[in-house]
């Protein structure tokens, strides 16, 4: 089974922190993706990368990078937090190649206070 | 801009009875298109998927069907059950290299009535 594993299930940082959000893979896939999910606004990608130390804007990069050193991680950072980025993160991993599905981790809800 | 809308935030169905869920797409480079079922504090799960060659795609209780000259799937839910209560999200993707990225709906928040 593939296993992708996030870091934290809960978080709780203040307003201009520097946050990290970690993200493990355990299948060997080379691409890796960060969503978030807010009511009514769905999933929205962030990031997402393709392999090692390449990486894409997603649909609302803004007040995020991500970082990707090694195949199977895949970190999002939220320069100096804000409230406005409370919300569920979700990490997801899927092979290359036609008709793959993603596979998503449990997901990491932060609050920013 | 949404390029894969679901344009019913909810729907509540009998128990037994069939769930219908629809989605639609913009962007004709999709070609593969998936559904996930999300419950609250968890990570969404692959339910089933379906490739712009085909039409319908069954597993067990659930069908998924293709209109693409409609841009438009649904998913069906045969007979429904109070544990497929969630939210479900379509998806979509492009095979074109370099495009791997998943486009993902609002989601629909199935309830399923006993």
């Known amino acids: 089974d593939v296993k992708v594993t996030q870091s934290s299930r809960y978080l709780v940082k203040r307003t201009g922190e520097k946050v990290f959000l970690e993200c493990v893979q355990d299948?060997?896939?080379?691409?890796m993706f960060w969503y978030r999910q807010d009511p009514g606004l769905g999933l929205r990608l962030i990031y997402f990368?393709?392999?090692?130390?390449?990486?894409e804007k997603g649909d609302i990069p803004e007040g995020y990078s991500v970082s990707r050193e090694k195949k199977e991680r895949f970190s999002l950072i939220l320069e100096s937090a804000s409230t406005n980025q409370t919300s569920m993160y979700l990490c997801?991993?899927?092979?290359?190649?036609?008709?793959?599905?993603?596979?998503f981790g449990q997901g990491t809800r932060l609050t920013v206070v | 801009d949404q390029q894969v809308k679901q344009n019913s935030p909810s729907l509540s169905v009998q128990e037994g009875r069939i769930s219908i869920l629809n989605c639609d797409y913009t962007?004709?480079?999709?070609?593969?298109f998936l559904w996930y079922k999300k419950y609250p504090a968890e990570g969404p799960t692959f339910l089933i998927s379906?490739?712009?060659?085909?039409d319908k795609n069954e597993d067990g209780r659930f069908t998924v069907f293709l209109n693409k000259s409609a841009k438009h799937l649904s998913l069906h839910i045969v007979p429904s059950q109070p544990g497929d209560s969630a939210v479900y999200f379509c998806?979509?993707?492009?095979?074109?290299?370099?495009?791997?990225?998943?486009?993902f709906g609002t989601g629909t928040r199935l309830k399923v009535l006993a």
């Open positions: 299948m060997d896939h080379e691409n």
């Open positions: 990368s393709y392999d090692v130390k390449m990486k």
């Open positions: 379906i490739s712009s060659i085909k």
């Open positions: 998806a979509a993707s492009a095979s074109r290299p370099g495009t791997y990225k998943y486009i």
């Open positions: 997801a991993s899927s092979l290359v190649g036609l008709n793959t599905e993603a596979f």
């Open positions: 962007n004709s480079m999709f070609d593969y």
